[in-house]
T-cell receptor, first 116, second 112 residues
Framework: GAVVSQHPSWVICKSGTSVKIECRSL??????MFWYRQFPKQSLMLMAT?????????EQGVEKDKFLINHASLTLSTLTVTSAHPEDSSFYIC????????????FGPGTRLTVT | AQSVSQHNHHVILSEAASLELGCNYS??????LFWYVQYPGQHLQLLLK??????LVKGIKGFEAEFIKSKFSFNLRKPSVQWSDTAEYFC??????????FGAGTILRVKS
């Protein structure tokens, strides 16, 4: 149980275009989802927290107009990287937490974004 | 701001050696503590967690960790590592049940 999927697993896009990444909780309802970014040989940095049906809360330094997050249902959150630039190339990981109060997060496999 | 420090970025051990990975955090209040593992090419998986109670917690695959509140530490241990333990290990702290703050990670390589 507690499986989180991400789609796509990798994507290459041209500079200036937008890319949407999906995060799904497959066997539980995720009241809260988190989006992280991981640079090579570095740790995961939280970008934003999203609660179903409300606006995402972004971490300091993360541009909310560039990284659009939508959590429209209890099983799906999307991250859209708008007007992507090469410096946005990274590994994006989502996690989901159910409403049971255990505070445990279940992680997706990640999406490798390369902007050319 | 809260932070998590992992003392070693790279650790190389021979099979059957004992493992201890250090983790310290900076926050004076109540915390929830986690160790995650990321095997090559796979996603993060939870090894173990501490919320309250016995400060010595046991996780999967023979791992354990001890929460020492006075030292703000949550070190990960395994008495005898195997080649299959080669992975990257992340310590993480959750404050108030909200977001996780991760350490930089420790890459463990076990030589067979």
């Amino acid at each position: 149980g507690a499986v989180v999927s991400q789609h796509p697993s990798w994507v290459i896009c041209k500079s200036g275009t937008s890319v949407k990444i999906e995060c799904r909780s497959l066997d539980f309802q995720a009241t809260t989802m988190f989006w992280y970014r991981q640079f090579p040989k570095q740790s995961l940095m939280l970008m934003a927290t999203s609660n179903e049906g409300s606006k995402a809360t972004y971490e300091q330094g993360v541009e909310k107009d560039k990284f659009l997050i939508n959590h429209a249902s209890l099983t799906l959150s999307t991250l859209t990287v708008t007007s992507a630039h090469p410096e946005d190339s990274s590994f994006y990981i989502c996690s989901a937490r159910d409403g049971s109060g255990t505070y445990e997060q279940y992680f997706g496999p990640g999406t490798r974004l390369t902007v050319t | 701001a809260q932070s998590v420090s992992q003392h070693n970025h790279h650790v190389i051990l021979s099979e059957a050696a004992s493992l201890e990975l250090g983790c310290n955090y900076s926050y004076g209040g109540t915390v929830n503590l986690f160790w995650y593992v990321q095997y090559p090419g796979q996603h993060l998986q939870l090894l173990l967690k501490y919320f309250s109670g016995d400060p010595l917690v046991k996780g999967i695959k023979g791992f354990e960790a001890e929460f020492i509140k006075s030292k703000f530490s949550f070190n990960l241990r395994k008495p005898s590592v195997q080649w299959s333990d080669t992975a990257e290990y992340f310590c993480a702290v959750s404050i108030g049940g909200n977001k996780l703050v991760f350490g930089a990670g420790t890459i463990l390589r076990v030589k067979s």
